[in-house]
């Protein structure tokens, strides 16, 4: 069941041609490292889909691992990454470093793949610096960590 929904996802991007990736990492319960791809697309009619493609565990955080299997991702599903015209990754160096970092390496490919940070990642760096400004603050969400 599983493949078919993929499987016609991945049909509705191919005749839309152009999507964009958005990639997280996160780590799962038993502490394993997993990566999240979404491919976001516009369809004949002007609505716009962004579509969960799968989890897969990865044993890197570097630039260069993680566009290989990124690369990998998008050879394996039949995408051309070059049809990639976003990218959307946290704020960390390796993904949104300018020259090295995961966004250079799928520009390389797809020079129309424009990078925009990951809002929700941004605002919580902000609610993060805001809570650590108060120390009544820190030590609520210390306390409430503790349970």
Known sequence: MAN??????????????YFRIIVDSTSDITHNDQIAYVLRYIDES????????????????????????IKAMFDKV??????????????AANMSGKYTGLQARIKELSPIAIYVPCAAHSINLVGLNAVSSSTTTVNYFGVVQAL
């Open 4 to 17: 078919k929904v993929l499987n016609h996802i991945l049909m509705e991007v191919k005749s839309a041609k």
């Open 46 to 69: 002007g609505n716009v889909f962004e579509r969960f493609i799968k989890f897969e565990n990865i044993h890197g955080h570097t630039a260069e691992y993680l566009f290989s299997t």
């Open 78 to 91: 039949g995408l051309d990454i070059k049809n990639c015209v976003g990218q959307s990754y946290d704020n």
